[in-house]
C-alpha cells in the first residue's frame, strides 16, 4: 500500500522557517517525480514546487527564491525548506507524487502551515 506522509507543519511568525518532509513508502522513489501543492481555505490547490527523478526543480512564481524542495532517495522523502514565510503562505500543504509514465499518481493527508503577521 502506497502512503506519502506529510510532517513539519506548524504555526510561525512572518519572517520565519519551516521545513515539510514527506515520507513516501509502498513505491519505487526513484521513479517517481515529487511535487508540493498548497490549498488555502476557500481557494483551489496549487503548484508549489516539484523536483524530477534527476533532482531538477521548478517553482510556482510566489515562492521562487524562498522555498526549496530536495529529495533524498535513500530514505523515500522529499522536503520543502520554506524560508521567510508571508502570511500569504498559510495553507494546508500536500505532497504528491507522479510515476514517471504519468499512469500512477499519489496524494498525502496534508501538513497544516499558519503565518501570522
Known amino acids: 500500500q502506497v502512503q506519502l506522509v506529510e510532517s513539519g507543519g506548524g504555526s510561525v511568525q512572518a519572517g520565519g522557517s519551516l521545513r515539510l518532509s514527506c515520507a513516501a513508502s509502498g513505491l519505487a522513489f526513484n521513479v517517481y517525480l515529487m511535487d508540493w501543492f498548497r490549498q488555502a481555505p476557500g481557494k483551489e490547490r496549487e503548484f508549489v514546487a516539484k523536483?524530477?527523478?534527476?533532482?531538477?526543480?521548478d517553482y510556482s512564481d510566489s515562492v521562487k527564491g524562498r522555498f526549496t524542495i530536495s529529495r533524498d532517495s535513500a530514505k523515500s522523502t522529499v522536503y520543502l525548506q520554506m524560508n521567510t514565510l508571508k502570511p500569504e503562505d498559510t495553507a494546508v500543504y500536500y505532497c504528491?507524487?507522479?510515476?514517471?509514465?504519468?499512469?500512477?499518481?499519489?496524494w498525502g493527508q496534508g501538513t497544516q502551515v499558519s503565518v501570522s503577521s
Open positions: 523536483i524530477t527523478r534527476s533532482g531538477d526543480t
Open positions: 504528491n507524487a507522479v510515476r514517471w509514465d504519468g499512469r500512477r499518481t499519489y
